[in-house]
């Protein structure tokens, strides 16, 4: 048995499965348990990530390819400023970067409207060829983490940011 909220989840044969159930019955229920389940909602959250970023990646590649066949690659490429040996990156990096970004943006206040269209692409290349997102994703999903600068690489341009969205809002 473990809770998550107002469900509590029970080991049927057949898996785990959630019931309502008061918050209350739940005081004095082992803390174990809650620890398993919190561990194995991590595990499949993972896993949900990803797969899906497989099937992102698997996408992004087919409608790359098919551009190649068309000839158009490259003018497409052109039009959103990126050159062919950046494509690979953008492949491996593509999953869930700006989300992690919009949500980076929105824990610090920042209007991402209010930004330069360079500074948000720019911001975006860098968020997506990070190779430590999951530093990033647990800070935001800490209730009160502040200090992004020792591992985010967008750390001065968002300190910048937030310093022109003060200068303007005074």
Same mark, same amino acid.
């Given at each position: 048995?473990?809770? @998550? ?9 057949? +898996?785990?499965?959630? *019931? ?7 005081? +004095?229920? %082992? ?6 389940m919190t ?8 896993i949900s990530?990803? !797969? ?23 003018? !497409? /490429?052109?039009?959103? +400023?990126?050159?062919?040996?950046? !494509? ?8 869930? %970067?700006?989300?992690? &970004?919009?949500? &980076? /943006?929105?824990?610090? +206040? ?29 800070? /935001? ?7 992004? *600068?020792?591992?985010?690489? @967008? ?8 310093? @022109?969205? *003060?200068? !303007?809002?005074?």
């Amino acid at each position: 048995m473990a809770s @998550n909220g107002d469900l509590i989840w029970v080991k049927a044969a057949s +898996g785990w499965r959630d *019931h309502p159930f008061p918050a209350a019955a739940l005081r +004095g229920a %082992s803390t174990k348990g809650v620890r398993v389940m919190t561990t194995l909602q991590d595990l499949r959250r993972t896993i949900s990530r990803y !797969v899906d970023g497989g099937r992102k990646r698997r996408q992004l590649r087919r409608e790359l390819a098919q551009l190649a066949a068309m000839g158009s690659l490259d003018a !497409v /490429l052109s039009d959103v +400023g990126l050159a062919r040996s950046q !494509v690979e990156p953008l492949i491996a990096g593509c999953t869930g %970067s700006r989300e992690l &970004m919009d949500q &980076m /943006l929105a824990r610090l +206040g920042i209007d991402p409207a209010q930004l330069p269209i360079e500074v948000l692409r720019d911001m975006t290349w860098t968020c997506t060829t990070c190779p430590d997102k999951r530093k990033c994703r647990v800070w /935001l999903a800490e209730a009160e983490g502040t200090d992004f *600068h020792s591992f985010c690489p @967008n750390a001065a341009q968002l300190d910048q940011a937030l310093q @022109n969205q *003060h200068q !303007v809002g005074a």
